[in-house]
């Protein structure tokens, strides 16, 4: 019976199937032996119970003819209880049908699908439990009889093996493709071997359209060319190579579009050869994220170039991390003269330890200083020279840590100005002094002759009067002449003395300043003149609605004066006319009063406004030759000017603004 | 006859002294003058004090015509002084004088002066002005009643 096994092993068609129990056997040095002679069936015994492997022979019917010891071992039974039984004890029932389909398949001569295959099945043990192995079927007519050989292998250990490989194939699977990053495994010819999930959505390929592929299906096409070039580069001197290490690199999806991707680099040593395992990512949002921060950055730079102070910023050691160009200027140094030195490089040098201490106690207590406050501080420039500063401080915190923003703004200008105000302001405080004593002194003057100088006139006037009426006979008629050009005299002396008081009241007056209708005021003045006169023909013409921002009595002054000059150098002329109205000069307001006059020759047009300048007779035209000085008095307290055009004979016009 | 009452005339120049009288006259003003040649004397006249001890002070003049550039004491304190006794509270006072200062003007009045009267250069003005005021001031006003002694 034995010798069929081994016939059946010997077999050229059961060759291959029973390689493997062939094979074990030799391991166990079976081989070596000839099986000759009447120990033939002992020793093939022998060898069928040391087989590793179960072994099993049914007859065409299925049931158990033969089995070893190691089948015994695998599934739980005594030999006896085997023999003769069906095959199905050995599997679990939802097998059975399937089995003895296949047995009637093979007995109907059909397809013989399992035999000569290695195939994986469940077995059952005696105790109902169930195990994988792995049967290598052999089938062989024998004395007419179809028979079947079966050598079982417990598979459990190696299915747990291969379980746990796969188990560990998916976790490391699944942990690729967790990975933010794409994930893309090149062998040595540049064929993407493997991608993650992340590669597939980041490029937009299927990961079956990618693997097997060139890796330069993921490159731009303009860099592909070049992309050959480094990739061999790369793998003749492999090094890990970090993200962000390359410059600008662009991914090309599956569309076409590119994208700015930051890509690591490993090289391993598998034993299928060199890969490099490429980690990419999306740079998308950092890049404009980066330009955003540049565009911002160089938003803020030209603002700080713009500056018209000079910003200096520092770090806590007290060094000079940034200056604008207005610092350049300012200091005198050049940019890179400054950057990375003390900040005390820009202070006096009688300042720079106390600057120090400055420095430090304010970092320990920073807060915004403004410009102009504390003392007054100095800047020194590259030629040592020093200049006035004011200083404003601004205490920032960066990643780098604390960092300190001054503006230092040059105010030499500031202070000369201020020196000058000041001086100004003394000069002014002195001249007032000046100026009050004078005016209090004039006031005592103008009292004193409005007071003093009057009297003894009067005793001039009163007693020639009293000479003429009491003595008047003894004088005779030349001697009463005498007395009254005596008296007239002295009376014109009152007039000229009260004249000389109203001018220097003028000078003296406070403004009261308001809105004054001067038309009304020269309706008023011109309805006077002419009831002193009644029987004059005089034609005034006063423009209406003539107004402005003065003081009103000393305007009314003004207008009284010039039309009563109009009104006193037009006494010849009939009809009189004398005009009020208002013009444009040199961009301001100017009025004017025209009358039809004696004029005057314009040669000495630069006398009329002085104290007791007359430019006609006092027989024709009596006056002191105040009136005028009076006028342009009040104009100049208004700020205003005042002049005259004339034509001797036909009249004068006085102008005036305000 | 009717007995005319005094016009005491606070005056230091004797050529407007003289030009007052003078005035007066010419206006046929017959009132008894008192001269007062400074500030002092004025208030010792009316107070009946110094060169003036022992005169009824109820025995007030008609008007006071008071220059105001006075030795002394001068003319606005006078007025001060008028104003401030009771007794002579209410007596006329006309300022007679050369300033036609306004400050004169309205301290004048704001101390209770009756009237102000500037002197004029002219002496025709002036006879006319001491005729207005002998007109006004001694005839037409009703001087306060006389105080029990």
């Not at chain 1, 395992?277 to 998308?284: F, N, P, S």
């Given at each position: 019976m034995y010798c069929k096994i081994?016939?059946?092993?010997?077999?050229?068609?059961?060759?291959?199937?029973?390689?493997?129990?062939?094979?074990?056997?030799?391991?166990?040095?079976?081989?070596?032996?000839?099986?000759?002679?009447?120990?033939?069936?002992?020793?093939?015994?022998?060898?069928l119970e040391a087989a590793p492997d179960g072994v099993v022979i049914a007859d065409s019917d299925g049931r158990i003819v033969l089995v070893n010891a190691q089948t015994e071992r695998l599934f739980g039974?005594?030999?006896?209880?085997?023999?003769?039984?069906?095959?199905?004890?050995?599997?679990?029932?939802?097998?059975?049908?399937?089995?003895?389909?296949?047995?009637?398949?093979?007995?109907?001569?059909?397809?013989?699908?399992?035999?000569?295959?290695?195939?994986?099945?469940?077995?059952?043990?005696?105790?109902?439990?169930?195990?994988?192995?792995e049967l290598s079927l052999a089938s062989a007519i024998v004395d007419r009889q179809r028979q079947f050989t079966g050598i079982l292998r417990d598979v459990t250990e190696r299915k747990a093996d291969e379980q746990r490989f796969l188990d560990r194939e998916a976790r490391f699977r699944s942990v690729l493709d967790a990975a933010p990053d794409a994930i893309v495994i090149v062998d040595s010819d540049g064929r993407i071997v493997l991608v993650n999930a992340q590669t597939e959505r980041l490029f937009g390929y299927a990961r079956d359209r990618l693997v097997g592929q060139p890796v330069e299906i993921l490159v731009p096409e303009n860099l592909q060319d070049r992309h050959v070039g480094h990739r061999r580069d790369f793998l003749a001197a492999p090094r890990v190579r970090s993200m962000g290490e390359g410059l600008d690199l662009s991914g090309r999806r599956a569309d076409g579009t590119e994208f700015p991707i930051a890509i690591s680099l490993s090289p391993v040593?598998?034993?299928?050869?060199?890969?490099?395992?490429?980690?990419?990512?999306?740079?998308?949002?950092?890049?404009?994220a980066e330009k955003a921060l540049r565009d911002r950055e160089t938003r803020l730079r030209a603002l700080l170039e713009a500056a018209p102070d000079a910003v200096v910023i520092a770090n806590k050691q007290g060094r000079i991390e940034l200056v604008n160009a207005q610092t350049e200027r300012l200091f005198g140094y050049p940019r890179d003269r400054l950057i990375g030195q003390p900040i005390e490089i820009l202070v006096p040098e009688r300042f720079q330890s106390r600057h120090v201490g400055h420095r430090e106690g304010y970092l320990a207590?920073?807060?915004?200083?403004?410009?102009?406050?504390?003392?007054?501080?100095?800047?020194?420039?590259?030629?040592?020279?020093?200049?006035?500063?004011?200083?404003?401080?601004?205490?920032?915190?960066?990643?780098?840590?604390?960092?300190?923003?001054?503006?230092?703004?040059?105010?030499?200008?500031?202070?000369?100005?201020?020196?000058?105000?000041?001086?100004?302001?003394?000069?002014?405080?002195r001249d007032n002094t000046e100026l009050a004593a004078v005016n209090r002194e004039l006031e005592a003057f103008s009292y004193s002759v409005s007071h003093d100088l009057r009297a003894p006139l009067r005793a001039i006037d009163g007693f020639s009067q009293a000479l003429l009426e009491d003595c008047g006979g003894d004088v005779g008629e030349v001697g009463r002449g005498y007395l009254s050009r005596v008296r007239r005299a002295a009376q014109r002396m009152g007039v000229l003395i009260d004249d000389l008081i109203k001018l220097s009241r003028v000078t003296r007056a406070d403004m009261h300043l308001q809105d004054v209708d001067l038309s009304a005021l020269a309706r008023r003045i011109a309805q006077d003149l002419k009831a002193n006169e009644p029987d004059r023909m005089a034609d005034f013409e006063i423009q209406g609605g003539l107004a402005a921002h003065g003081d009103?009595?000393?305007?009314?002054?003004?207008?009284?004066?010039?039309?009563?000059?109009?009104?006193?150098?037009?006494?010849?002329?009939?009809?009189?006319?004398?005009?009020?109205?208002?013009?444009?000069?040199?961009?301001?307001?100017?009025?004017?009063?025209?009358?039809?006059?004696?004029?005057?020759?314009?040669?000495?047009?630069?006398?009329?406004?002085?104290?007791?300048?007359?430019?006609?007779?006092?027989?024709?035209?009596p006056g002191t030759g105040i009136g005028l000085a009076t006028v342009q008095r009040i104009v100049h307290k208004h700020g205003g000017r005042v002049w005259?055009?004339?034509?001797?004979?036909?009249?004068?016009?006085?102008y005036f603004t305000l | 006859m009717i007995e005319r009452s005094v016009i005491l005339l606070v005056e230091d120049n004797p050529d407007d002294e003289a030009l007052t009288l003078r005035a007066f006259s010419k206006n046929n003003i017959r009132n008894p003058v008192v001269v007062a040649r400074n500030g002092?004397?004025?208030?010792?006249?009316?107070?009946?004090?110094?060169?003036?001890?022992?005169?009824?002070?109820?025995?007030?003049?008609?008007?006071?015509?008071?220059?105001?550039?006075?030795?002394?004491?001068?003319?606005?304190?006078?007025?001060?002084?008028?104003?401030?006794?009771?007794r002579t509270e209410l007596l006329p006072v006309v300022i007679l004088t050369s300033s036609r200062e306004e400050q004169d003007l309205v301290e004048g009045y704001r101390l209770g002066?009756?009237?102000?009267?500037?002197?004029?250069?002219?002496?025709?003005?002036?006879?006319?002005?001491?005729?207005q005021l002998g007109l006004y001031w001694l005839l037409l006003n009703e001087v306060p009643p006389r105080r029990p002694g």
């Open positions: 081994i016939h059946c092993l010997r077999l050229p068609h059961l060759r291959k199937p029973c390689a493997r129990a062939a094979a074990a056997l030799q391991r166990y040095g079976v081989a070596a032996v000839k099986p000759t002679g009447p120990n033939r069936e002992a020793h093939f015994r022998a060898l039974y005594e030999r006896d209880s085997l023999i003769g039984r069906p095959l199905t004890l050995l599997m679990p029932e939802r097998f059975h049908e399937a089995h003895e389909e296949g047995l009637r398949r093979v007995a109907a001569g059909g397809e013989q699908r399992v035999i000569g295959k290695a195939v994986e099945l469940v077995g059952r043990r005696k105790d109902g439990a169930e195990f994988p192995l040593k598998t034993a299928e050869g060199a890969l490099t395992i490429a980690a990419i990512r999306d740079v998308t949002h950092a890049k404009q207590e920073p807060r915004v200083r403004s410009m102009g406050e504390g003392l007054e501080l100095y800047g020194r420039r590259a030629d040592g020279s020093e200049f006035p500063v004011a200083i404003s401080l601004s205490p920032v915190e960066t990643a780098e840590g604390a960092l300190v923003i001054a503006a230092v703004r040059d105010v030499t200008e500031r202070h000369r100005i201020e020196r000058e105000i000041q001086e100004l302001n003394e000069r002014l405080t009103v009595r000393l305007l009314q002054i003004v207008l009284e004066n010039l039309m009563g000059n109009a009104w006193k150098f037009t006494s010849g002329r009939a009809p009189t006319r004398i005009e009020f109205g208002c013009c444009r000069h040199d961009d301001q307001t100017a009025y004017f009063i025209r009358d039809n006059g004696a004029g005057f020759d314009m040669a000495h047009a630069d006398q009329l406004f002085r104290p007791f300048q007359r430019l006609h007779d006092a027989e024709q035209f005259a055009t004339a034509v001797v004979g036909k009249g004068a016009t006085f | 002092a004397e004025a208030l010792d006249y009316l107070f009946a004090r110094g060169a003036y001890a022992g005169r009824d002070v109820a025995d007030l003049p008609q008007v006071v015509l008071l220059d105001l550039k006075l030795p002394k004491v001068e003319g606005l304190e006078v007025l001060r002084q008028i104003r401030a006794d009771e002066a009756n009237s102000y009267v500037r002197k004029p250069v002219n002496f025709d003005e002036f006879v006319e002005a001491a005729r």
